[in-house]
């Protein structure tokens, strides 16, 4: 079981970048495909981003394509998603999970799919 620790939210107006990572303690990083969601006001979690446990493949929500970035450094047990041109309705508490992959270049969409989470970080994006 991995523990995972997101940081990087913030609040910033709509067009800005920011950066969130997720840093999982334990040494079975390298063999987990990771997974960001993120959380509304009122709202149910939803898929973000996907990346499998080499960082060969990769998969996104339509509302983020071009705009988000995942990427996984198992070096430094480290997820990043890289965020760009932020809009209002990316207001969201963002969560990093942890899936493991039966075999490799896979990817989860769904929630049910990963077994260890984080305790979220919140993004606020002003218009």
């Known amino acids: 079981q991995l523990q995972l620790t997101e940081s990087g939210g913030g609040l910033v107006q709509a067009g800005a970048s920011l950066t969130l990572s997720c840093v999982a303690s334990?040494?079975?990083?390298?063999?987990?495909?990771m997974g960001w969601f993120r959380q509304a006001p009122g709202e149910e979690r939803e898929f973000v981003a996907a990346?499998?446990?080499?960082?060969?493949?990769?998969q996104y929500a339509d509302s983020v394509v071009g705009r988000f970035t995942i990427s996984k450094d198992n070096a430094k047990n480290t997820v990043y998603l890289q965020m760009t041109s932020l809009k209002p309705e990316d207001t969201a508490v963002y969560f990093c999970?942890?899936?493991?992959?039966?075999?490799?270049?896979?990817?989860?969409?769904?929630?049910?799919?990963?077994?260890?989470w984080g305790q979220g970080t919140q993004v606020t994006v002003s218009s």
């Open positions: 334990g040494p079975t990083f390298g063999d987990k495909a």
């Open positions: 990346i499998s446990r080499s960082g060969a493949r990769t």
């Open positions: 999970a942890a899936a493991q992959p039966p075999f490799g270049a896979v990817t989860f969409t769904t929630m049910k799919a990963y077994n260890d």
